[in-house]
């Protein structure tokens, strides 16, 4: 036993020597025969492993005389292999070839998605105007999303919104939770959390259950935007709008509002602003009406302030809404709506 435990460190010890002599010349070689090397003698299955388990067939008074031996072997070994490996890596090292003349690879950068290029623009104008900027759960309450914001459970206005539920239903049998349609529900949120005076945005993703086409899809983006305080009035909603079509679109776009109907504003109103391509003149995208429908917008429903904890009497504010995608759609002239989501890089990297 003592024999086979001399033979094995020599043995190992003559090859290390001739590993790191041709490590000078071939180190990329070197470093593989190093670890089979290495697995070979001080291995688990390895031969010192092997001679370990013959220990037990040897009598108790050599049994220590070989063990501590074969101990001592395997400390010298380790040490040896440790700084063989170290000379290894560093002849490597220094016989890599780096051609320093060659150009350098160039990595490809990424840029940044077109609607949250636009939600940027008016994330920075509205934050230099005081509004706060806001965000909300996507998987909304019935209650935030319709009755809070003064649409009952069978307003003919919930047909507008077909939308996602989730098989979950309350205590009253009803489903409660579904995939929100439209941003405003933290209109409610907001004020419960805030309280008035309030000026917020709130910018996000949308659902609605629709079949899809080139000007509609079940996912999109809104931004929502509500300023509540006391003597409020129709005319800051339309400074406010004013502004922000002329930061969108060039200092001469005119805006103009008419009546629409909407729930939870009273009076309502579409926001239209001069078509930038021609000019107001008329043309495709505007349908040769030389106006662009943009943005719904109102005063806030007495009802929805209730909701929100405040008295009606005291306060007021008005509360509007971009459709993200529409914005994008016109800024940068992309003719189907499909193509936010597709993930074709194609169409992304043009951005």
Partial sequence: ?????EQLKKEAQEQLDALLERAEQVPGEAAEKFQELETRFLG??????????GLKEVSDDLRREYGELANQI???????????????????????????????????????HPLTLVENELEELFSS?????????????????????????????????????????????????????????MQVRALKKYGAPLRAIIPGRCFRSEATDARHEHTFYQLEGIM?????????????????????FGEDTKLRMRPKFYPFVEPGSNGEYSCFLCGGKGCRVCKY???????????????????????????????????????????????????????????????
């Fill in 1 to 5: 036993m003592k024999i086979k435990l």
């Fill in 74 to 112: 395997k400390k010298e070994l380790e040490e040896k292999f440790s700084a063989a490996a170290q000379k290894i890596k560093s002849s490597a090292a220094k016989n890599e070839a780096v051609d320093v003349t060659l150009p350098g690879v160039k990595k490809q950068r990424g840029s940044l």
């Fill in 289 to 351: 009406s030389g106006w662009l429908e943009i943005v719904g917008c109102g005063l806030v429903h007495p009802e929805v302030l209730r909701a929100a904890g405040l008295d009606p009497e005291e306060y007021c504010g008005f509360a509007f809404g971009f459709g993200l995608n529409r914005l994008a759609m016109l800024k940068y002239g992309i003719n189907d709506i499909r193509l936010f989501n597709g993930g074709d890089i194609r169409f992304l990297e043009q951005f």
């Fill in 44 to 53: 688990r299955k390895g031969e010192l492993a092997a001679l370990l388990k």
């Fill in 129 to 185: 105007l005081g509004f706060m900027v806001l965000d909300g759960p996507e998987m909304e309450s019935d209650y935030y999303n319709f009755e809070a914001l003064n649409v009952a459970p069978h307003h003919p206005a919930r047909d507008m919104q077909d939308t996602f539920y989730v098989d979950k239903k309350n205590a009253k049998g009803e489903y409660d939770l579904l995939m929100r349609t439209q941003t405003s529900p």
């Fill in 228 to 248: 509540i305080d006391k003597k409020i009035n129709f005319s800051h909603m339309k400074g406010v709008l004013e502004l922000v079509g002329q930061r969108l």
